[in-house]
């Protein structure tokens, strides 16, 4: 398995909307590693360590978000994993 990492930070109405739980959720369920977090400015980071297939899909969860959300766009970044084992909210 080749593992791929990604650093996402979503811009719009993502704070106070259940946002990092339903990421949490949905990496949970792809067995995807990493982390969520509210940023001060009003945005929420993210770090996806997994398969290509099962990344990609918690990126596009995120250009979406839970109901209630409105995402203005994401900044998405390839970087090299770490070897990062579950998935938490931080923060």
């Not at 719009?12 to 990493?34: L, M, P």
């Not at 990344?55 to 839970?66: H, I, K, S, T």
């Amino acid at each position: 398995m080749r593992v791929e990492r990604r650093r996402v930070v979503i811009h719009g109405f993502v704070q106070g909307v259940g946002f990092r739980f339903a990421v949490e959720r949905a990496a949970q369920s792809r067995g995807v590693a990493g982390w969520v977090q509210n940023r001060p400015d009003g945005t929420v980071e993210a770090v996806f360590e997994g398969e290509l297939q099962d990344v990609e899909a918690l990126v596009d969860f995120c250009r979406e978000g839970p109901r209630g959300a409105g995402v203005d766009h994401l900044d998405v970044a390839a970087e090299s994993p770490e070897g990062l084992a579950g998935f938490r909210v931080a923060g």
